[in-house]
């Protein structure tokens, strides 16, 4: 989701005005026309809808659609730069005929608005509507009006319009042959967008809810605007703010799900309705997720829509594809890098031209043969290659253990001694900042980050590996294994796994190392790369359902998952592990106190010395997913 | 002086080419030639001849540590002095000082002026310079009688060093950036810290031996070059001050590093190069020259200035501070630093109206030299201002008292005990700037400091928002009242102007938001066993409240209106400085072990209230 979507698509349209993307944008508009509709859902409530069909008439075509929250601007005779700049104009150039529909409730369509629209798996009057009723009405609709279609309809979208095409499968219409799910917002307190672990990512859900979840009375072609910051520096706003019911007062009383947000603090049956997961049950389109490795907001949709509906539909064509990518890179021109992070190639040209399109090509249009995709095409970052597995998890990994020791080590052998722990004060006035430079926006590139600013706080504990002198692939899920005590009552735990690069390293043609502020590119030697960080809310860590506060000083274990990573760390690097309390301004504070924190005042957030212990009774650990 | 100073042949440089690369070449004959001092050392000297014989010449020397490049009398350089200066046309002499590159002798490190010489083998830089100007004036045809010295950076001791017992001849010197006092604030070291980063990357190259003392040539390395991108891990991976002597580096075998290690105390070393003292009944007309963001001699340009003004009050002493780093001034321009813009080429300004009037006026009689007394760059309002004395005298001391919850206030604190406290990590020494760095960032002295106060081991104290603009003008001091757990402990404070929030950004860089920017002014460190003497180290009692006061360099500044006025408290500016084991020991003897986290308290309650004093001016 997350408004980055709006710049990406807008980005990609507009900054590369190349005399080939002109020649493209005059292609479209010469072959193709517009109609803009409304179609009725079964209860009467109208959805406006954008059409987009090919002049050429010498035969039948497809329908590929796109289901959003986001507007399916411009309205009226000017066409959408989706179609223009895009990839999307592959699609325009192979004859699809592109629809745009504004989801219910949203822009110039009519109803109710409902984030994240809970499925409704029995259906039992036409007043049972959802987002898979909705789409299901909408291709009913146009495989019947349409002129010139051919019957066959896929479904994509990306983020927010990821979350569509996911109910989009779960409509059972006929027609639907394919759908892909790009970056899917699919379970909004475990892992995407509003929290992760049941922590809060404040900054992307104030800053995306001040504006999207302003109210619509009724269908308009004007968006809402966004809250006026007064400070430019996001650390300084989160931190003025001190609380999230001060937040909450920021945000006023009119955005019923910022009101519900704080209602539900805890993983209950309101966010558990929300889980899109349960719709993925007797899938019958093939079925392609997509998603970035580094994706700061959707990274967690992906990975687990498709592991959703592998176990929930065996057998079905369902495929993933994972690239090194933020939100939604991979539909836009440059996947060559990310941040400071080098890719060795366009992986989302590639990933465009070689699964994308012939995906859709082979089950719209008939066209190609099978492209026979692997189940999950993933690209190893470190490595910089696709990996062609046939399933996920690869079969041959072996989940191992590595071991925090004293001294800042890390190493696959248990620790022995008797009793020894790490230690730092977790002090929410400083909280540990999430990336290094002062800035408004949160940054997508803070997924690959060079993690030095981190290592040199004291309360941020680094504990590394001693120089590989193999390559150590990771590939699949990975597992915190932490032994903590702490002096409050709640903590989060930060969880980041690092390659550290070597002292020598640096990228072929790159300019003059930075030596003085201004010149040269990014130092990259001794480089500690984020491969995937992720956040527990302590008190969460027996029962998303059921918070338990921590005994002051009592040893207790903190287990929690991370992401999925695809990673090769490259011999001669070093593997590193840091651990903090806080990564401000992205998720909120914890008072370290056990509270409900969407009620808790400025006086509830206190210091608080956390240990993570490395003994042979105690020993943190980190699964990881060696793959041999 | 640092490794920097090669970047001045290149500001020289560029003022050339603008003109034309050729114009040495075309007006100057350049002589290569060997001058015999008194005890019989022989100094190379290149002298450039102007080639014009129609009028006679004042002679302009420059002596150099850094080479007198390019050898040979055919290979001319593309540039040898400001460019005003080099249509004007002097003698121009570079010497190389002795002990360095082509000149024979031992070189020592700042050079101890020897008062009362009693025979020929008392040499020093000042005899040097007498009897390489008795050569001159004797050899040298159509010259005026008249000598002029000048350099920058540690050419701007050896111009400073001409000054006690000058040779009657000498009618101007211009120390720029002077190297003056390498203990209490230039370059090796602050108030007793020991400057790392610069220390270490400068002597890397400086310290080559001469190998049986010829004259040609270094012997490189001296150990294998070091090649980091991140200076921060280089040097805390070394882990002690003794290990950078160890094998992997210097190993015992660097002279001025050696001598480091071994004067870790205001001692006799040090004292005996502090020439300040010497700058006594000095009767030759003076232009001290310096940048409000110099990292290496901003101690050394003011405090040269105030030492012949306290010592030589009758002298024609004039200074000129200008918002400039170390020889920034030699640049064709200057309109603009990081973030700091300042509408117009300050350097022209400087180098036509201001340096090359000088030597004109005083070595040639043209022209008028009217500067004032002080010519200083207000920074903040970014604008120049001219003042009869330095301080200037409408200043009041004005007490900011640290407070709790962040605060800073006019009023002194009333509780009866209140402190904030940190753990000051040497395992995590607070950065001296934001991001990954080999060299010294050179923007560090104006950079945003909220990359520190986001840290736990940094405290923070911020005035209210100023209701109208306050300048300050001259020395700041800090005087805080500090227990620590250890027994000793270093104090950076950090005077920092914080920009409003309506501050437009200059441009969209990283790091570079401008509204709620926390900009450096000033900041200095106290090594805290030095607080009462730099001679004299003294342990701290664990847990007992000491006063640790000391003086920042002076500011010429305004905090405008809706800005506010903040002090940043923190134990390290790594690798900047080197880390303090915070346990009283010889530093450079300290083992790992000797490294130990503390706790530090400031204390702001009614018995020891924490201050900084700022001049504001009426």
Redesign the interface.
Known sequence: MLRKLFLLSFLFSFLFTTAQNDQDSLWVRENYTKKEIYISMRDGVKLFTAVYTPKDMSEKHPILMNRTPYSCAPYGADFSGRLLLSHWKYYCRENYIIVIQDVRGRWMSEGEFVDVRPFIKDKKTNNDIDEASDTYDAIDWLIKNLPNNNGNVGVFGISYPGFYSTMAAASGHPALKAVSPQAPVTEWFLGDDFHHNGAFFQMDGFSFYSGFGKPRPKPTTIGPSGFDFKVRDNYEFYLQAGTLKNLAKMMGDSIKFWKELYAHPNYDEWWKARNARNAMYNIKPAMLTVGGLFDAEDCYGAWNLYKAIEKQNPGIHNKLVMGPWSHGQWSGRDGTKMGNIQFGSNTALWYQNNIEIPFFNYYLKGKGTDPNLSEATIFFSGENQWHNLNQWPPANISNQPIYFQPNGNLSWNKPTASKSASEYISDPAHPVPYTEDVHFDRTAAYMDDDQRFASRRTDVLTFQTDVLNEDLTLAGPVVADLAVSITGTDADFVVKIIDVFPDDFSYPNSAAQQGRAGGGSYPMGGYQMLVRGEIMRGKFRNSFETPVPFTPNKIEKVKFDLPDVAHTFKKGHRLMIQIQSSWFPLADRNPQKFVNIYEADITDFQKATIRIHHDAANSSNIVLPVMK | MKRYLFCLFIFYTTVSFAQNENYVKENYTKIDTTITMRDGIKLYTIIYVPKDSSQRYPILMQRTPYSVWPYGSSNYPPGIMPGKMMEEKYIYVKQDVRGRHMSEGINEEVTPYIPDKKSNKDVDESSDTYDTIEWLLKFLKNHNGRVGLWGISYPGFYATASLPGAHPAIKAVSPQAPVTDEFAGDDANHNGAFFLLDNFSFMEGYDRPRPGGTVIGYKWPLFSPT????A??FFLDMKTIKESNGSKYFNGKGKYWQEYLAHDTYDDYWRSRNIRQHLKNITIPTLVVGGWFDAEDLFGALNTYGAIEKQSPSNKNFLVMGPWTHGAWGAAEWKEF?THQFGANVNQYFQDSIEAAFFKYYLKDKGNFSASEATMFETGTNQWRHFDQWPPVNTKATNFYLGSNNKLLHDKPIAAKSFSEY?S?PA??V?YT??????????YMIE?Q??AA????VLVFQSDTLTEDMTIAGSIVADLFVSITGTDADFIVKLIDVLP?YEKDINNQ????M???QRLVRAEVMRGKFRNDLSKPIPFVPGKIAEVKFRLNDALHTFKKGHRVMIQVQSSWFPLIDRNPQKFVRIPEAKETDYQKAIIRIYHDASNSSNIILPVMK
């Open positions: 090649n980091y991108s991140d921060y891990k990081g753990i990590d995590k020494p950065p934001n991001g990954v760095y080999s060299d010294r960032n050179n923007e945003d909220r990359f986001t840290r736990p081991d929030e990283p790091g570079k938001t509204a709620g920017m």
